[in-house]
Nanobody
């Protein structure tokens, strides 16, 4: 079984930065892709960013493009989300997800396509 543990969330002012981490553990961890999603109170969980575990290709939601950067350290089984120029609308619980069940165009944007999830880390941006 795979376990994902997020860290790095917190309270930050508008324009600030946070670096989120997601450490994976489990036998023979080798996902095809890992992603970050977020969920604000009263809203659905939405796609933020994803990274192909082998190629390093990255994908972003339009709302975070240019401000957030996803990266990975394969040796540490860890994926990161560097969040910059944070806005109040970025406030949410951020979840790490791993391993797509089905690989088709755009599947990385669908939360139901991921096999494994972390418990989430809260990011609060104050104005």
């Amino acid at each position: 079984q795979v376990q994902l543990v997020e860290s790095g969330g917190g309270l930050v002012q508008v324009g600030g930065s946070l670096r989120l981490s997601c450490a994976a553990s489990g036998r023979a961890f080798n996902p095809n892709l890992m992603g970050w999603f977020r969920q604000a109170p009263g809203k659905e969980r939405e796609f933020v960013a994803a990274i192909n575990w082998s190629s390093g290709n990255t994908y972003y939601a339009d709302s975070v493009k240019g401000r957030f950067t996803i990266s990975r350290d394969n040796a540490k089984n860890t994926v990161y989300l560097q969040t910059n120029v944070l806005k109040p609308e970025d406030t949410a619980v951020y979840y790490c997800a791993a391993d797509l069940k089905t690989y088709y165009r755009g599947s990385y944007r669908q939360n139901y396509e991921y096999r494994y999830w972390g418990q989430g880390t809260q990011v609060t941006v104050s104005s």
